[in-house]
């Protein structure tokens, strides 16, 4: 049993500025946020370690942060600066009943997260979820498609907190 | 019994080509609306594309509009063949956000619930199972006990199918009275059943011929995929969160987790994802026994919050559902809506397994195979 500390302590020995910080102020859960880049050698080393043996990935959640500063051009429209999208990993080691969780954050313009699905396959289908659904796109994956939504949508990605439904799909109204 | 492209020769030198076949949206193996795309090679499937989002309702997109306590019905519809333990999932991870306290009587109700729910599911996979494969009879006793469960629900909250019963801090209603008799007569009934259902169909020798050695699923794909539930039980694990990170009341009760141990064939094949869940039911008939004797009295709508508004925080809380480990995880930005609610649905995960589990064999082991995964296309699209 490793607690989240011990785990961000060798963590950040292995990895340095990877590992960016540990926040466990907020109720319930504590999670350690890591560089969107090395995510799959950080996920490789907890699965291989003969300490901490993460073998069960329990869950990958996309997220939009909503956040980001609204600014106004000069033109008067707007634009939002700095919004970021987010990755939760729940990883569990089954053998030595230990958890934790992994969070990545990346830009809104350009989401771009490492993908996982080399070292757990369960992560193929969350990672084309939150593909499909929030548009973060994961470098690597085998297979990054729509999976919920109809392959040929092209009104964006339905979960970002901005997304408006689109009037027409296919020539059939959507606003029902 | 699988074979290999490789044993295929062409001996005339005839040219031949992958086919690609489709099986679904509309297909009774399905369960729902499931498109495979079938690669074959002759008769033997070489790779199975599964299509899902037929039933695509983004019900994480929906949550994000309602209040806590209004997300319960959504989480009803998911998979709505359990729908009592979706509802206990979503809000024991709410009430883990809030850090409230629940009377034990309400405990004992919702464990008492849960387990009659997936006493409930079972039989709906297993009856189904069969009639899949062709057992007709075996379906119809299925559904006969399963109405009697339905008929406790519907007493308990006027619902046979979308219950809205268990709520946030408590239950919708406290039990009839006559409820603790009737459940314990339903535990009397059903046991000699699940005898009655082993003779029909569990030690059939048509149904072992179809079963047995198809689909095998060994221990190390299984974790890697993150299958759970009476899967991965069935490739011999013994892992059940009801006791392995125990939620609610469930460590008061004795039971034991039954696991897969090729009885008929090898470990973690069709057979014994179907036998897992046969011997589940007793499992659960146990559990039922000891908690309809040991419920304490008490108000189940003491700690019923009248705002539910959880502090900022976040959290992933599971449960050992009647398919699989069933995951919520909520982020609370403070406010009367939850931030986000992802999903982390059992049928989900396992469905991703398909292409694994059916290279190699025919094309009427797909369903053999499907059925012993035991998916509900509800919660698969949400």
Redesign the interface.
């Known amino acids: 049993m490793k607690t989240s500390e011990e785990i961000y302590k060798s963590l950040k020995e292995k990895f340095g500025d990877s590992i960016i910080e540990l926040n466990s102020a ?4 504590a ?1 350690i946020i890591v560089n969107p880049q090395s995510i799959d050698e950080v996920c490789l080393f907890l699965k291989d370690n003969e300490e901490f043996k993460f ?5 990958l ?4 942060d ?1 956040n980001g500063e609204k600014k106004t051009n000069e033109d008067g429209s707007t634009a939002i600066i700095g919004a970021t999208l987010s990755v ?1 990993y ?1 990883l569990e080691s ?1 053998e030595l ?1 230990h958890k934790v ?1 992994l969070k990545v954050s990346v830009n809104k313009d350009n989401p771009e997260v490492k993908s996982v699905t080399g070292v ?3 992560a ?3 990672e084309r979820e939150a593909y499909d ?1 929030l548009g973060i796109k994961f470098l690597n994956h085998p297979d990054l498609r ?5 392959y040929d949508w092209e009104a964006g990605y ?2 970002r907190k901005d997304y408006e439904n689109p009037e027409f799909y296919q020539g059939m109204k959507v606003p029902y | 019994m699988a074979l290999t492209t490789e044993n295929i020769e062409t001996e005339s030198g005839l040219k031949t080509e992958e086919m690609i076949l489709n099986m679904g949206p509309q297909h009774p193996s399905t369960h729902g609306v499931l498109r495979l795309e079938l690669k074959l090679e002759g008769e033997i499937i070489t790779k199975v594309i599964p299509h ?2 037929y039933l ?1 309702r ?1 019900f ?2 929906h949550a994000e509009a309602m209040t806590y306590p209004q997300v319960i019905p959504y989480t009803d519809r998911m998979d709505y063949l359990a729908s009592m333990y979706n509802e206990f999932g979503y809000t024991i991870g709410v009430e ?2 809030l ?1 409230i306290e629940i009377p034990e009587r309400v405990e004992y109700i919702r464990v008492i619930m849960g387990e009659f729910q997936r006493i409930a599911s079972h039989l709906v996979a297993l009856g189904t199972y069969g009639a899949d494969i062709g057992a007709v009879t075996p379906f119809l006793f299925c559904f006969r006990d399963r109405e009697k469960i339905l008929s406790l629900f519907e007493m308990t909250c006027g619902a046979r199918l979308l219950y809205n019963y268990i709520w946030v801090g408590g239950v919708s209603h406290d039990l009839h009275p006559d409820f603790i008799r009737l459940a314990k007569e339903f535990v009397v009934y059903f046991k000699p059943k699940i005898k009655e259902l082993n003779d029909l169909l569990t030690n059939n020798r048509i149904f072992i011929e179809r079963t047995a050695n198809v689909g095998i699923l060994p221990l190390d794909t299984a ?4 299958i759970t539930g009476p899967m991965l039980r069935a490739s011999g ?1 013994k ?1 059940d969160l009801r006791k ?1 990170d125990t939620y609610s009341v469930y460590n008061k009760f004795d039971f034991d987790i039954p696991v897969g141990e090729g009885t008929v064939g090898t470990v973690g094949d069709s057979w014994d994802r179907y036998y897992v869940r046969v011997l589940e039911m007793e499992q659960s008939l146990r559990i039922l026994e000891q908690a309809l004797d040991q419920i304490p009295e008490g108000d189940v709508s003491s700690a019923i919050p009248k705002r539910v508004k959880p ?6 809380s ?1 449960v050992e559902g009647p398919r699989g ?1 069933l ?1 919520y ?1 909520i ?1 609370s930005d403070g406010s009367v809506n939850p ?2 609610v ?1 999903v ?1 649905g059992p049928s ?2 396992n469905l ?1 397994i398909m292409d694994e589990l059916c290279k190699g064999h025919m094309v009427a082991d797909i369903i053999a195979i499907l059925g012993s995964i035991d998916i509900v296309l509800g919660e698969v ?2």
Not at chain 1, 55 to 59: A, H, Q, T
Not at chain 2, 311 to 316: A, D, S
């Open positions: 907020q109720p319930v859960e999670f073998d069960s990935l329990m869950c959640s996309g997220v939009d909503a939760f729940h089954i009943k969780t757990w396959s369960h193929d289908w969350h659904l729509r999976i919920l939504m109809p339905p979960l | 899902i989002g695509h983004c994480e997109k883990k956000l850090g974790i890697n995929y993150g694990l892992w392995d502090p900022v925080g976040q959290v992933y599971r480990e995951g995880f982020i931030f986000r992802k982390r989900f995960v991703a699209d949400r």
